[in-house]
C-alpha cells in the first residue's frame, strides 16, 4: 500500500524521523521485524556515530557494545578509513575490462597476515558469499561432494551456506538444501573422525568459535585435532573466521590460538573497516590451482563488485589501523579484564548462568525458570525465557542505560558483547554498572518480564 506517490531524495531520506522511518520499513519492508524491533525500542532513530560511541536524533549518547556482529573492530566511522575512500574518489570504482591495483595489494596483504600458506583470495562482498565460494572452492578442488558442519553453527543464510548452518529453525522453510551436507557436534573429534572415515568429504568447515551458537569455546586441542583428521582423510579445512577473524579473539585469527593453518579461511564484517561492505576466501596456491589454475576455469566463479576500489582502500586501511595500533592485543587485555569483572557479577547473581569468551567475544547466558514459576504455568515460562530472556536483557541495556547489545540468532537465552577493539576500560565499566544494576533489580524472568512490559508500553506511548 503506497501512502505517498513522491520519489524520496537522498536529502529527504536524512531528514525522516523516528516515525516516518518506522512507517517505511513496515510498509515496504520486513513489517513483522520492524514491529519486534519496534516493541523493544529498537527502533531510535541514530544520527551520528564515531568509534564506540553513537547518537540518537534527541542527542542521546549511546555505547556499542554490539560491533555490529564483529564487523566493527574499528568502531564506527574510523577517520582513516574514512581518509582513504577521499584518497580514491576519483578512481574507477568498477572497471572489469582491467586489474584493480588495490585489489592486489589487498591480496598480497592479506596473504601475509593469514596464517601458513594462505595466498589466493577472492574478493566478494559479504561473509555469506564468502562461504559460499569456499564450498564451491571445496568440491571443485578435491573432487567430492559432501560438506562436514557442526551443529549450532553459523554461516550464513544463502542457499550454500544455510546448508551448512547448524540450526533447524532456518534451514526446514527453504528444504531440500544443497545436498550432501551432514552436522556433527562442536567440540567432538570422534564425531568428525565417524563423518571423514568414509572418504566423501571435500571439506570440514567450522568457526573457530561459535559466534550465533552461543558464543561457545572449543575444547582446548579440537581444532588442531580437526586439522589433522582432515589431513588425513584427504578433505580441506575451512575456518570460518567471518566474526573472529582481525583480532576479536586476542589473536589475529582465532585460530592461531592452537596454530592451526587452514586450508581456506573465510574473512568479511571487519575487513571493510566498518564502512564497506568486503568478503573473500584465502587459500593455499595449490588449491587454487587443482580449481581455477587454468584458462578455462578462470571464470567459474567471479563477483561484479568484489574487489572493488572502495572496497579494498577502506580494507587496506583497516589491516594497517588493526595492526599498526595492535588492536588484538588491546581485544586481549581488555577481554579479560571483561570476563574477570562478568564472572565476578555470576557469582553475585544466580540469574546469570555463564560467562563465556575470548577476547572482546563474551557471551552471558540466563538461568531459566524454575520450581513453582515454571510449573504455575505448565512450563511456558522457561520457554519464553529460552527465547526471549536474551532480548529484555538487551531492551533493558539500551533503553535504560544506553548501551547496545542483542542475543545470539542460534541461543537467543544468550546476549553477546562485542564493542569494537577501541573500547575503554571507563566504557567497559559503565556496561558493568549497567548490568549490576539490571540484575540487582530482577531475580527471574518473570520480573525481567514485566519490566519488558514496561519498555513497550514507554516505546508505544512515548510515556
Not at 570440514?204 to 582432515?230: D, H, K, T
Not at 592451526?260 to 573473500?280: N, Q, R, T
Not at 542483542?406 to 566504557?427: M, S
Request: charged residues 20%; aromatic residues 8%; glycine residues 12%.
Amino acid at each position: 500500500m503506497h501512502t505517498d506517490d513522491k520519489l524520496y531524495s537522498l536529502d529527504d531520506a536524512i531528514k525522516l524521523d523516528r516515525r516516518q522511518i518506522r512507517e517505511l520499513h513496515k510498509n515496504y519492508g520486513n513489517a513483522s521485524l520492524t514491529g519486534m524491533l519496534a516493541l523493544l525500542g529498537f527502533d531510535k532513530h541514530f544520527v551520528r556515530a564515531r568509534d564506540v560511541s553513537v547518537w540518537d536524533s534527541e542527542g542521546k549518547e549511546y555505547l556499542d557494545f554490539l560491533g555490529a556482529y564483529g564487523a566493527l573492530n574499528l568502531g564506527h566511522n574510523h577517520p582513516a578509513v574514512l581518509a582513504a575512500l577521499e584518497k580514491v574518489r576519483e578512481m574507477p570504482n568498477l572497471l572489469q575490462a582491467s586489474l584493480n591495483p588495490l585489489a592486489g595489494a589487498l591480496a598480497h596483504n592479506l596473504a601475509l597476515l593469514t596464517p601458513g600458506g594462505l595466498q589466493r583470495c577472492f574478493f566478494g562482498n559479504s561473509g555469506a558469499e564468502a562461504v559460499e565460494g569456499a564450498l564451491k572452492l571445496a568440491r571443485i578442488a578435491t573432487g567430492r561432494e559432501e560438506i562436514i558442519y557442526c551443529r549450532d553453527s553459523f554461516h550464513g543464510k544463502t542457499f550454500g551456506a544455510l546448508s551448512v548452518t547448524g540450526r533447524t529453525k532456518y534451514q526446514e522453510p527453504f528444504k531440500p538444501l544443497l545436498p550432501g551436507c551432514a552436522a556433527v557436534p562442536f567440540g567432538d573429534l570422534k564425531a568428525l573422525e565417524k563423518a571423514l572415515r568414509p572418504g566423501r568429504a571435500a571439506a570440514f568447515i567450522v568457526e573457530p568459535v561459535q559466534g550465533e551458537g552461543g558464543i561457545i569455546l572449543p575444547p582446548p586441542g579440537y581444532l588442531s585435532g580437526a586439522r589433522e583428521l582432515c589431513t588425513r582423510h584427504g578433505a580441506l579445512f575451512i575456518a570460518d573466521e567471518i566474526q573472529t577473524g582481525f583480532g576479536r579473539t586476542g589473536h589475529l585469527f582465532a585460530c592461531e590460538a592452537e596454530q592451526v593453518e587452514p586450508d581456506v579461511i573465510c574473512l568479511a564484517k571487519s575487513l571493510g573497516g566498518g564502512v564497506m561492505p568486503v568478503g573473500a576466501f584465502i587459500t593455499t596456491d595449490a588449491i587454487w590451482k587443482k580449481a581455477y589454475g587454468s584458462m578455462e576455469k578462470a571464470l567459474l566463479h567471479t563477483s561484479t563488485f568484489g574487489g572493488n576500489t572502495l572496497a579494498a582502500a577502506a580494507a587496506l586501511a583497516a589491516l594497517e589501523v588493526i595492526t599498526g595500533e595492535n588492536l588484538a592485543a588491546r581485544a586481549r587485555e581488555n577481554g579479560a579484564y571483561f570476563l574477570e569483572k562478568l564472572k565476578g557479577l555470576q557469582e553475585m547473581f544466580p540469574l546469570l548462568k555463564e560467562v563465556r569468551g575470548r577476547g572482546l567475544m563474551i557471551g552471558l547466558e540466563f538461568n531459566q525458570p524454575g520450581g513453582l514459576a515454571d510449573k504455575a504455568s505448565f512450563g511456558l515460562a522457561g520457554k519464553l525465557a529460552g527465547e526471549y530472556m536474551g532480548s529484555l536483557v538487551a531492551g533493558e541495556l539500551l533503553n535504560d542505560h544506553g548501551i547496545i547489545t542483542a542475543y545470539t540468532l542460534n541461543n537467543p537465552n544468550v546476549i553477546r558483547l562485542e564493542p569494537p577493539l577501541t573500547v575503554t576500560r571507563a566504557q567497559i565499566d559503565r556496561v558493568l554498572a549497567a548490568l549490576q544494576d539490571i540484575l540487582t533489580k530482577h531475580k527471574g524472568f518473570l520480573s525481567m518480564a514485566a519490566g519488558g512490559v514496561k519498555t513497550v508500553f514507554k516505546s508505544l506511548t512515548g510515556k
